[in-house]
């Protein structure tokens, strides 16, 4: 059993930062890929940032250039760098890791998500 906490979501302004983590415990053996998703008001969940275990980031297209992805394997967190906020932004944050426990046992967990406000 694998379980994510995310954090850091907060109220900010407009052209704010925030820097979102996501802790990943229980049995690990490797993180091979975390996801960071938002999802919105009346909106579908969507894939913001990845970054695999050999640190290989991706991009939404509309939060290139502003949000950076990062890993510290050592505390098994991921961060998500978000910097120029707009009220687009607006959603709660969701991480989502996958990888293998003990033994090889696959995993893919999700946290509980945390809420980000960008206010004009």
């Known amino acids: 059993q694998v379980q994510l906490v995310e954090s850091g979501g907060s109220l900010v302004q407009a052209g704010g930062s925030l820097r979102l983590s996501c802790a990943a415990s229980g049995s690990i053996l490797i993180i091979n890929r975390v996801g960071w998703y938002r999802q919105a008001p009346g909106k579908q969940r969507e894939l913001v940032a990845h970054?695999?275990?050999?640190?290989?980031?991706d991009y939404v297209d509309s939060v290139k250039g502003r949000f950076t992805v990062s890993r510290d394997n050592a505390k098994n967190t991921v961060y998500l760098q978000m910097n120029s906020l707009k009220p687009d932004d607006t959603a709660v944050y969701y991480c989502?890791?996958?990888?293998?426990?003990?033994?090889?046992?696959?995993?893919?967990?999700w946290g509980q998500g945390t809420q980000v406000t960008v206010s004009t």
């Open positions: 970054i695999t275990v050999d640190s290989r980031t």
């Open positions: 989502n890791a996958n990888g293998l426990g003990p033994f090889g046992s696959p995993f893919d967990s």
